[in-house]
């Protein structure tokens, strides 16, 4: 089913409600920083508010993009979906697997062979050993990498890397996928089989997240858009509605609208 | 916390693969590979061995040779405090991939800890040879030593947890974690017997894991003796509330830790 999500829906696969999240921004991270900063009561470090009060819901098998300038708390709200973050006030639910397409191969370790790599990242993503059996024939293919299996990813070239972090990645069985800003990785060619790779999987009905100042990216791939500014909810509705919003008020694109 | 301790099991093939990445990483880079597993263990023997039995002429009981006496100690305490220290750094130096995906981080420093297995493994090899050396056998004692290092792991893995924790918001944790861990290697009986010890302090003695864990082992593997069990099971009750503690506080801290990087 793909139908736009409204707040009825019984099932969100992901909720917010009233999130907010504050970091404190630290100069220093020592005892005596912190030892000072409690005699003098001062609050540690100056704080900062990533998302303000924000809510919305993404169905099952909705593609929401997220946009929104720099720091304007995009990523964080991946992070908080990602479950690497916990909210500062109000709640995040997320009903499924979470697989983040974000910064592929961070969990690579550059002495091991591709191989061993599709295991430690495969298990870091929650797939059990025979998934990764199951699915390694078909990761090997996808990141187009028969050949360098065996070699220490280290001599691996940036997009051998990449490639092969994103072919996990989708092979994971996701049911939550976040993507941010990485369509963009690879050749001409590698790119077009992620883009067919995403249609496949909004097809198959899973949900997704897309994060990027890029409006074409949103519009032409998600059903439903939310604009962040400074941290708070700017908009949420049908892609293409807000994408138009958001870029009517960048000053570059105001004559063209 | 019970829950937790679950889907920390259900992860174990993810605890398995992190401590291959760590193995295959920390010696990958140098010249001796996996060699620098026995230099340390077999150097630090020698030199402890000619400055407290040749110089400072400290005599076990029964007649042992004091390196063999020494090496019983030396290699749970090389483990205890090589896997402490690196069992600190592991959350911090795992930052990239805490910031971006989730899994139970408690399995960094678990496999940190793991790691250090395999060099308790080569300190065995070499325990081996020097056994082989002086003509001697592991008494039949020995088969308390399972246990007791079951428990002296518990206890070292529920210390390193809240550490690891603390040193992604403090740096100065890994400081402290080596100078504490210099203090306790002259209060743990490694390089002198544990009677020795004057009766008013034994108590320091009898609360310091360590030093039960290590005195146990050379009862039961040079003496062939039980174990003091009064002593042990003083050992277990420490291990225990400092695991159940230590991974309370972990679990408490978690969820801060993407945004301390």
Redesign the interface.
Known sequence: MQTASNPLDPEPEIEFRDVTKRFFLKDGRTLREFATAIISRKPWGDEFRALTDVSFTVARGETLGIIGRNGSGKSTALKLIAGVTAPSEGQVFVGGRVSPLIELGAGFHPDLTGRENVHLNGSILGMSEREINEQFPAIVEFAELQEFIDMPVKRYSSGMYVRLGFAVAVHSNPEVLLVDEVLSVGDAFFQEKCHERMHEFKQRGITIVVVSHSAETITSFCDRAIWLDHGRLAADGPAKRVVAEYMATVPHYMEAV | MAANLLGFWR?R??LW??T??HL??QY??SVLGYAWAFVNPLSQMIILSFVFSTILRVQPAGDLPYPLFLFVGLIPWLFFSNALSSGTDSVVNAS????????PREVLPTAAVFTKLVDLFFGLVILGALMAYYGRLPEATSYWLPLLFGIHLIFLLGLTYPLAALNL????VRFLVGVALTLWFYLTPVIYPVDIVPDKYEILFDLNPNAVFIDAYRRTMLYGEDPDVEKVLLGVVIAVVTFLGGYYLFKKME??????I
């Open positions: 992860r093939d993810l693969h992190m291959i990445r295959r990483g990958k880079q990239t991939l805490v910031t971006k995906v989730y899994f918001y403090f740096h100065d969820k801060g830790f993407a945004d301390s």
